[in-house]
């Protein structure tokens, strides 16, 4: 990373031919979506209320994160936030680009009216969710299908 000013924005269009499917290769299995099925991912975000941000710094995507909006009919029908695929290019690591995306995301949460955003993590990346201000709460479980 270049040292730039690091800005957070919505994901649009154009970011799929700047790479941003790619940066979710450095977390986990990332096959290449086709452009038209990218666009309506990120519409389909911002009609429930979520949103997918990227993290450009001198024109480069060096981040990107999703928070999803789940309604719900518990807590007078406010909905719930949840953050998820965070990741930073590993050349910006380090810097406050993941820092800044978790504070854009929450208060995206905060503009949708959430009760709360959460988010799952390993164990290895709890230090950094402290450090952005997140509190361990419960416990996470699933079956992955």
Known sequence: MTGGPVLIRDAC????ALGHIGLYTQLTDAPPM??????????????????????????????????????????????VGHIEDVVVDQAARGQGVGKALIEALVQRGKKAKCY???????????????????????VCMGVYL
């Open 13 to 16: 269009p154009t970011d799929h």
């Open 34 to 79: 086709p452009l038209e099925q990218y666009t309506a991912f990120l519409k389909a975000h911002s009609e429930t209320g979520g949103c997918v941000l990227v993290a450009e710094v001198d024109g480069q995507l060096m981040g990107c994160a999703t928070l999803l909006v789940e309604q719900k009919l518990i807590h007078g029908g406010r909905p």
């Open 116 to 138: 709360k955003v959460i988010l799952d993590c390993s164990e290895h990346n709890t230090g950094f969710y402290d450090r952005c201000g997140l509190e361990r709460k419960g």
